[in-house]
Structures are given as structure tokens and as C-alpha cells.
Nanobody
Framework: QVQLMESAGGLVPPGGSYQLACAVS????????MAWYRQAPGRQRELVAT???????TYADSVKGRFTISRDNARSKVTLQMNNVNVDDAGVYFC??????????WGQGTQVTVSS
């Protein structure tokens, strides 16, 4: 069973930066497309960013230019660097992964709060 474990979330001031990390178990990480989703209270879970096996990344329009997703195949880890955060970035962030668009593996979620 593949396990995904996100790093701890935290409290980030508006305009601040924060990095989330997700460690993936097993030895097939390099084969996975990885993604970050987030869910704010009362809202649907939304896709924030993806990174494929080549390292090519895609982003939701709302985070383009502010967030960066990256992967470290040697450490089986994917990170999400969040810069210039705003209140709309608050929510529970989930790590997700799998083969291409079939990504059945999920982390437990980690809370990011944006507040001064």
C-alpha cells in the first residue's frame, strides 16, 4: 500500500511564504505524477498543481507565479513552495499521486491557515 505523508501545516501571514512537503512510500515514486489539492471550508477540493514524471508542472490560475511544485525522485518527495500567500490560499492541502491521470493515492491532509 502506497502511503503519502504531508508535512505539518501552519499559520502563514498574508504575503508570507510556506513550504509543504509530501513523502511517498515504496520504490515507484519516479513513475508517479504527483499533485497538490486543497479544500477550504464549504468549498470543493481543487487542484492546485501537478508535476509529472519529467518534472513538468502545471498550476491553477489562482496560484500561478506564486506557487512552485517540485519533486525529488531520490528522496521520493514532492514539495509545494507557496509565496505571497493570501487568505484564499487557506485550507487543507492534500498530496496526491499515481500513474498519469489515475492517481488513487492520497495523504491525510494538512492545514494551512492564512492570518495576521
Amino acid at each position: 500500500q502506497v502511503q503519502l505523508m504531508e508535512s505539518a501545516g501552519g499559520l502563514v501571514p498574508p504575503g508570507g511564504s510556506y513550504q509543504l512537503a509530501c513523502a511517498v512510500s515504496g520504490n515507484r515514486f519516479a513513475l508517479y505524477t504527483m499533485a497538490w489539492y486543497r479544500q477550504a471550508p464549504g468549498r470543493q477540493r481543487e487542484l492546485v498543481a501537478t508535476v509529472d514524471t519529467t518534472g513538468s508542472a502545471t498550476y491553477a490560475d489562482s496560484v500561478k507565479g506564486r506557487f512552485t511544485i517540485s519533486r525529488d525522485n531520490a528522496r521520493s518527495k514532492v514539495t509545494l513552495q507557496m509565496n505571497n500567500v493570501n487568505v484564499d490560499d487557506a485550507g487543507v492541502y492534500f498530496c496526491n499521486g499515481g500513474i498519469g491521470s489515475v492517481r488513487p493515492y492520497w495523504g491525510q491532509g494538512t492545514q494551512v491557515t492564512v492570518s495576521s
